[in-house]
């Protein structure tokens, strides 16, 4: 599979300024982009503790199996942008070098540091707290690459529009956290565009997740394919958007001994990835035979910025 960064521009359905996106009482600022790339493939990966957000404590046994995802990237030339919990620098540290160090592209960005969830009883609470993720995992992405990162990407993708000031006061941008669906109890994005934009009053940019379509907006995530199973996946592969951010982490790759202390409704979702590592190769190879390229989320980023 080769990586491609050539310039054939996707048009938005509607490329224009918006400043209608609601925020509480407030309203955000944004103007649509197109994809600057079609038929191209960006792999993103949360390598983050086990099932991020769903256990009570972390543990860090999925990520340990980084060696067999590097040797599949490798065999498939296929480039990959991570977005790394922080914390596994403490934790886990040979698992990040695996990765930095293999045969194949691999372009690092922050994703908080502890990957706790938000706090929906205290706004004020929770916009400290965010804070303080985001200047940690800033301050230990730079002692360990020795870098300063310019993408972020939040847990769950629950990020919120007051966390747009926070990413700018630390030097970021652009953002990849938002998915344009629904997800109960987290957020509801049905009504944002599937196309980048660029937040002026911010200066940032926001790549968006992608999704099957705009009436089927199901994530182009693995843990999708494995959720709703081989119907959903053979749709995908199939009948491809024409950009397609796929998204995965090492807990829908491998099985951690973890999996036992999920909660019973965690359980039953994770269930149905038995061989992961198969279907990650069955998507990207498909995805090749129908002649799309990959490349890393980077890319989007420098070409839309050398746009504005």
Same mark, same amino acid.
Request: hydrophobic content about 35%; aromatic content about 12%.
């Given at each position: 599979?080769?990586?491609?960064?050539?310039?054939? !521009?996707?048009? $938005?359905?509607?490329?224009?300024?918006?400043?209608?996106?609601?925020?509480?009482?407030?309203?955000?600022?944004?103007?649509?982009?197109?994809?600057?790339?079609?038929?191209?493939?960006?792999?993103?990966?949360?390598?983050?503790?086990?099932?991020?957000?769903?256990?009570?404590?972390?543990?860090?046994?999925?990520?340990?199996?980084?060696?067999?995802?590097?040797?599949?990237?490798?065999?498939?030339?296929?480039?990959?942008?991570?977005?790394?919990?922080?914390?596994?620098?403490?934790?886990?540290?040979?698992?990040?070098?695996?990765?930095?160090?293999?045969?194949?592209?691999?372009?690092?960005?922050?994703? !908080?540091?502890?990957?706790?969830?938000?706090?929906?009883?205290?706004?004020?609470?929770?916009?400290?707290?965010?804070?303080?993720?985001?200047?940690?995992?800033?301050?230990?992405?730079?002692?360990?690459?020795?870098?300063?990162?310019?993408?972020?990407?939040?847990?769950?993708?629950?990020?919120?529009?007051?966390? #747009?000031?926070?990413?700018?006061?630390?030097?970021?941008?652009?953002?990849?956290?938002?998915? $344009?669906?629904?997800?109960?109890?987290?957020?509801?994005? !049905?009504?944002?565009?599937?196309?980048?934009?660029?937040?002026?009053?911010?200066?940032?940019?926001?790549?968006?997740?992608?999704?099957?379509?705009?009436?089927?907006?199901?994530?182009?995530?693995?843990?999708?394919?494995?959720?709703?199973?081989?119907?959903?996946?053979?749709?995908?592969?199939?009948?491809?958007?024409?950009?397609?951010?796929?998204?995965?982490?090492?807990?829908?790759?491998?099985? $951690?001994?973890?999996?036992?202390?999920? $909660?019973?409704? #965690?359980?039953?979702?994770?269930?149905?990835?038995?061989?992961?590592?198969?279907?990650?190769?069955?998507?990207?190879?498909?995805?090749?035979?129908?002649? #799309? !390229?990959?490349?890393?989320?980077?890319?989007?980023?420098?070409?839309?910025?050398?746009?504005?």
């Amino acid at each position: 599979m080769a990586s491609d960064s050539g310039d054939r !521009s996707i048009a $938005p359905d509607d490329e224009a300024d918006r400043s209608d996106i609601p925020a509480g009482s407030e309203r955000i600022a944004r103007r649509e982009l197109a994809w600057p790339v079609d038929r191209q493939v960006y792999l993103t990966l949360d390598f983050e503790c086990d099932y991020g957000t769903a256990l009570e404590h972390n543990a860090y046994e999925a990520v340990t199996h980084v060696d067999k995802l590097v040797a599949v990237l490798e065999r498939l030339d296929v480039p990959l942008t991570a977005f790394v919990q922080t914390e596994l620098f403490d934790e886990q540290p040979e698992t990040v070098e695996t990765l930095r160090d293999g045969g194949v592209d691999v372009q690092f960005h922050p994703h !908080s540091h502890t990957h706790r969830g938000r706090d929906h009883t205290e706004a004020e609470r929770d916009h400290e707290r965010t804070r303080w993720e985001i200047e940690t995992s800033t301050e230990r992405y730079r002692e360990f690459f020795g870098s300063d990162p310019v993408g972020y990407r939040f847990p769950d993708g629950n990020v919120r529009r007051t966390d #747009y000031e926070l990413l700018t006061a630390a030097g970021y941008e652009f953002d990849a956290s938002v998915f $344009p669906s629904w997800r109960p109890g987290r957020f509801d994005n !049905s009504d944002e565009p599937t196309v980048p934009a660029y937040l002026p009053d911010h200066d940032l940019v926001e790549i968006p997740f992608t999704v099957f379509d705009e009436r089927l907006r199901v994530p182009t995530a693995l843990s999708y394919c494995q959720l709703l199973g081989r119907p959903y996946t053979d749709l995908l592969v199939a009948h491809p958007p024409s950009v397609v951010m796929f998204n995965i982490h090492m807990h829908d790759l491998v099985t $951690p001994s973890s999996y036992a202390d999920l $909660p019973r409704f #965690y359980r039953a979702v994770y269930a149905r990835n038995p061989d992961g590592f198969a279907w990650l190769e069955r998507v990207l190879t498909a995805l090749d035979d129908r002649g #799309y !390229s990959f490349s890393v989320v980077d890319h989007v980023h420098d070409v839309l910025r050398e746009r504005l």
